[in-house]
């Protein structure tokens, strides 16, 4: 019966085909590919014929020739392809009849107008009814074609009349049936009229389209045979949905389009009510009216045949699906059984007991997947046998199957769980009682030999140890023969041996701690006799005793001199090296501890690695996985897992079995580290592609292919926090050593230990320092040519700029600049930092790159304005002045520190190079009496004579004079510094301003007098002074920490300033006493400098 309703409604389908068909060919006029508009549209819109919609007397479709004076240079494929198409327009009864041409020729010459009839009439391709010509207006033509029309009339094989006027034509047709050009009353607007049938064509080609595609979908679904398994019956059904869904589509769209359509050509109407449509405009909108009926007609006996055919298809789906399941949830009941079946509830060690309890859990966690599946299966089994469906007699003993295996696999899960469950009790007790042994042997070796040497510290010791013996019954096992006899089901040979261990550990360790109380009982002993001095006695060194255990030795036996027991020396000595001999086994204890746990983590740790790349990294490669992958995560796997494989490779191959050979010796691990530090250097790589990794993880966290992968561990964290580990990692490390290197003083490895974690630390520092650094933008520079980046931080910034002969001061009023310092070897650049956005990894932040400065042209001054955190970095003869204020002083002497050092190898190249080119300058050698040549970049600038600077001026102008040729280009350098050098009456090559001390130079510089201040200054404290520019000022005393008390004599007000700050609000001023210590001296004024304290640049920053 089904099929016979899909038959008849494909038949129904298919007559409405035909339909649409018919129609839409009679739009089209032909079959083989008609003229459309939008084929010509280019012959059309030069407008040489036109088809207004007007009709003549006897309902004659009128073709309007328009003046086109270009008509006879027109091609002919173009004029034959636009008469064709317009007479294609009117209906076939109305071109029956015959057309009417009328062509307007009144600005145009006989001779044109004879071309014109004659192509015309070798051209034109319908019925020609009559031609009306608008001959030409002008006398002489008007005359031509009088004359000449009666002899050529007979060569145009038509009927043509020639008219004079538009009056004439009206006698033929009648006005409202033409233009406006013409004479009549219609408006025609040729662009609407081109977009109108461009339209209406496209419609009827969409409208034809869909009637054939409806055709050949029912000719389809009347062939198909329904299949007889799911997955064929579901790809049947969704491929006929998509279909169905397309086909709707299509339908939509032609009903949207052909209402669009309507609206388009109804718009003369409802713009003027009394508009009248022509002829081809009513037949237009007749078409479109026709064309909408069949579609509409077409669509509702479509939903009706769908509706049919699809609920055939999801029947058929239920049973196909129902059997399917049937087969999959008995193979994976049988799979569940075979493997509970062959399963061991017993285990042989604690590792393995946690093994097997979490296989089986998870062997309980798929069954009871699998036993949900099942009953849900048979449940879904009842509900289709109390629909009365039709194969009742088959789904009914499958479900009665379904629920006997079910309860068969749970009574088998409950017995095997029980047992296991016994089997962990033991073993828990077992590893309870071991960590009690292993923290008994902790705390014997961990108790500090110097302490137990006294009374006190021996009692305390010994109530320690009374103290861990308490919890002995809480931790321990007692009874073997009741664990034996409680146990038994679960026991095994080799767990019966785990159980003689444990006990054996016990009564070993409780040996050790009796043995312990007895030696501290000895100790704490209270004495009856006196105390007797006893020199110590020289002891015999042991050949394999350290430095540092001689030492001890010594230090021991001083210490027993004055101990309060009453023993013999030899019996002292005998104790000491004891003690000793213990507190190393001691430490060789705890260093195990550490090597067992650097050994234990690095293993699982290669483990988590190849499980990431494995699990996840592999499976972005397989093809069963492709469609869970998201398109963002396309093609990012190296951007994902960076060099994960590498650092994997490294650790499996290499290191960890270098690390294994050290498990004897975990002291000499430090080499190990030092020989692969190189090969460390690869997380550097990892932690800089962290950001990347960590915004794409982002992104796809919540995919399919994550949540698939994760399932198939079974791990319970994300890939994410596996993703981490290797940062985690490369910090454990240096935690580990040191560890080792606290348990390790004085053996043979403890300075590779210590060089082992300088490195790891360094290679930390590295990798925090790369990570801001990637993180600059803005720079238009490679930063790798500034060379090695030494340190990074946040500062304060001032700055000061000259301007002219001015200077700007006393910055500390203004608000200053937060800039995070980037010091390579070969710049120094300031950048500001960004606000941090986002979460993890995307908050860390990003830095704007604002100014650089070379350090071939940079000077430091260390201290600034009397603040122990500030700093000044200058450059082109102070021109540019950076005041830098540091978190802390310790952190502004590590930055002056590193700049020092990059430019004193400066200096020392610069030293280099002129010593090499001495012998050939032509100036004094350095050691000459008439000047001092000083290359060094330390610099202290004193009171300039303005005489002397002329001189200097001229000198160095003919010196660059007389030796401008290349090849003394670096010699010019040191004769600039000569003269820089004497010019500032700086230090001589002779000097070292190196171990010179700034407070030492404040106290040579100032001296108690009477001063004019040239510069403002505000009191940062309650006990500071404030200076304006022109107060009179007396420094009355030098105090402490380079403060002098100062009164200000105009405000007679008094109080402290900084000397760093008095020699800049004084530096110009002249006193009434002299500042040098030596008599009769009158030419003490104050030296012109920035700052007391040291300053440095370097050479190339001395200029003449």
């Not at 009439?121 to 033509?141: C, D, E, I, Y």
């Not at 003919?958 to 003394?968: A, E, L, T």
Request: one cysteine or more; hydrophobic letters at 35%.
């Amino acid at each position: 019966m089904a099929l016979n309703r899909v038959s008849l409604l494909c038949h129904d389908i298919t007559r409405l085909w035909l339909q649409l068909k018919m129609m839409t060919d009679d739009i089209l006029q032909r079959e083989d590919g008609p003229l459309c508009a939008a084929e010509i549209g280019s012959e059309l819109q030069k407008q040489f014929a036109i088809l207004p919609g007007g009709r003549g007397m006897d309902g004659n479709p009128i073709i309007v020739f328009p003046e086109f004076p270009d008509f006879s240079e027109l091609e002919e494929d173009e004029v034959q392809n636009v008469l064709s198409y317009l007479s294609s327009i009117p209906s076939v009864a109305a071109s029956a009849v015959g057309f009417i041409l009328v062509i307007d020729r009144r600005l145009d010459r006989w001779a044109a107008v004879r071309a014109t009839l004659l192509r015309i009439a070798g051209s034109f391709p319908g019925n020609l009814h009559l031609v009306l010509v608008l001959r030409p207006t002008t006398l002489l033509q008007r005359t031509l074609s009088d004359f000449l029309f009666k002899y050529n009339k007979d060569e145009f094989k038509m009927k043509v009349v020639m008219l004079s006027s538009v009056t004439e034509l009206h006698a033929y047709i009648d006005p409202g049936q033409l233009t406006t050009e013409l004479g009549g009353t219609q408006e025609y607007r040729h662009d609407s009229w081109i977009s109108h049938r461009t339209a209406i064509e496209a419609f009827a080609l969409m409208v034809k389209t869909t009637a054939q595609t409806l055709q050949a979908f029912g000719t389809e679904l009347a062939e198909t045979e329904l299949p007889n398994d799911p997955e064929a019956t579901t790809n049947l059904l969704h491929t006929h949905a998509l279909k169905k869904d397309k086909m709707k589509e299509d339908l939509q769209v032609a009903l949207s389009q052909g209402g669009r359509l309507l609206e388009c050509i109804k718009e003369p109407l409802q713009a003027d009510p009394e508009y009248s449509m022509t002829n081809d405009e009513l037949e237009n909108l007749e078409t479109v009216h026709r064309l909408l009926g069949q579609l509409d007609e077409t669509e509702t006996a479509f939903d009706d045949f769908w509706e049919r055919h699809h609920t055939k298809l999801e029947q058929c789906l239920q049973l196909r699906h129902f059997e399917q399941h049937f087969r999959e949830v008995r193979a994976q009941l049988d799979v569940t059984s075979e493997r509970l079946s062959g399963f061991s509830e017993v285990s042989v060690s604690p590792a393995h007991a946690e093994h097997v309890l979490r296989e089986l859990s998870g062997h309980e966690d798929k069954a009871c997947d699998a036993l949900d599946r099942a009953l849900s299966l048979a449940c879904e089994g009842d509900r289709l046998i109390e629909n009365s469906h039709y194969a009742e007699d088959s789904i009914r003993p499958k479900c009665s199957e379904l629920r006997g295996v079910c309860e068969e696999i749970s009574s088998t899960l409950r017995s095997k769980k029980s047992l296991l469950l016994r089997a962990m009790e033991l073993h828990h007790a077992l590893e309870k009682a071991s960590r009690w042994c292993e923290n008994g042997i902790f705390l014997l070796a961990s108790q500090p030999v110097d302490r137990c040497q006294s009374q006190d510290g021996a009692e305390a010791a010994l109530q320690e140890l009374e103290r861990y013996l308490d919890t002995a019954t809480l931790h321990t096992v007692a009874d073997r023969g009741a664990i034996c006899c409680q146990y038994e089901a679960v026991l095994t040979t080799q767990l019966r041996d785990q159980v003689e261990g444990v006990f054996l550990k016990q009564s070993s360790v409780q040996e050790m701690f009796e043995k312990r109380r007895v030696s501290l009982k000895k100790l704490a002993a209270k004495q009856t006799r006196p105390v007797q001095p006893v020199a110590p006695r020289p002891e015999v060194k042991s050949p394999l005793s350290s430095p540092n255990q001689q030492r001890k030795d010594r230090r021991y036996s001083a210490d027993n001199a004055l101990c309060k027991k009453v023993e013999s020396p030899l019996h002292i000595g005998g104790t000491r090296h004891a003690s000793l001999s213990e507190e190393e086994e001691n430490l060789a204890v705890l260093r195990r501890h550490v090597m067992n746990e650097l050994l234990e983590t690095e293993r699982a740790y290669v483990e988590e690695l190849l499980c990431v790349l494995e699990g996840y990294a592999a499976e972005m490669d397989n093809p069963a996985m492709a469609h869970l992958i998201p398109s963002t995560l396309l093609s990012k796997k190296v951007v994902l897992f960076g060099n994960m494989s590498e650092i994997y490779q490294f650790h499996k191959r290499t290191f960890l079995k270098e690390l294994e050979a050290y498990t004897d010796c975990p002291e000499l691990v430090g080499r190990c580290f030092l020989e692969r530090m190189k090969d460390l250097q690869i997380y550097e790589a990892y932690c800089q592609n962290k950001p990347r990794s960590e915004s794409l993880w982002r992104q796809c966290s919540d995919c399919a292919f994550f949540q698939e992968c994760q399932k198939k561990l079974e791990h319970k964290l994300g890939l994410d926090s596996y993703l981490l580990k290797p940062v985690q990692r490369i910090t454990k490390y240096q935690l580990l050593l040191k560890e080792l290197l606290k348990y390790s003083k004085g053996c043979d490895g403890c300075d590779d230990l210590q060089k082992a974690l300088s490195s790891i630390l360094g290679i930390l520092k590295a990798v925090n320092d790369s990570m801001h650094l990637i993180a600059i933008t803005g720079y238009e520079g490679n930063l790798s040519d500034l060379g090695r980046l030494l340190m990074q931080g946040s500062f304060s910034v001032w700055t000061e700029h000259k301007k002219g002969h001015a200077k700007v001061k006393d910055l500390a009023r203004f608000k200053p600049m937060q800039r995070h310092l980037f010091l390579h070897e070969k710049a120094l650049l300031f950048c500001k930092r960004r606000e941090e956005n986002g979460e993890g990894y995307e908050k860390a932040p990003s830095y704007s790159f604002k100014h650089s400065l070379s350090m071939t042209a940079v000077g430091i001054t260390e201290s600034a304005k009397g603040d122990n955190k500030k700093f000044e970095v200058w450059c082109n003869s102070r021109d540019e002045v950076f005041i830098a204020q540091a978190p802390t002083p310790e952190i502004k002497t590590s930055w002056v520190n590193e700049i020092r050092k990059v430019l004193t190898q400066q200096l020392k190249a610069c030293r280099d190079a002129s010593q090499q080119k001495s012998s050939d300058s032509v100036f004094p050698s350095p050691t000459s009496n008439s000047s001092s040549i000083s290359l060094s970049p330390f610099r202290s600038s004193g009171q300039k004579n303005p005489k002397k600077q002329e001189e200097k001026k001229a000198e160095t102008s003919s010196v660059s004079d007389s030796s401008s040729s290349p090849k003394h280009k670096a010699w010019n350098k040191a004769s600039l510094s000569v003269d820089a050098s004497e010019e500032n009456d700086g230090y001589s090559s002779s000097e070292d301003p190196m171990n010179s001390d700034p407070e030492d130079e404040v106290a040579r510089k100032l001296a108690p007098g009477k001063y004019t201040v040239v510069a403002d200054c505000e009191k940062a404290g309650p006990q500071e002074l404030s200076v304006k520019s022109g107060d009179m000022v007396e420094l009355i005393r030098e105090g402490e920490e380079g403060q002098w008390f100062v009164k200000n004599l105009r405000s007679s007000k008094e109080g402290w300033v900084a000397a760093a700050n008095l020699l800049s609000l004084i530096s110009e001023s002249k006193s009434s006493q002299s500042l040098s210590s030596s008599d009769g001296s009158v030419s003490g004024n104050l030296s012109t400098s920035s700052s007391c304290s040291e300053t440095y640049t370097s050479f190339s920053d001395i200029k003449p």
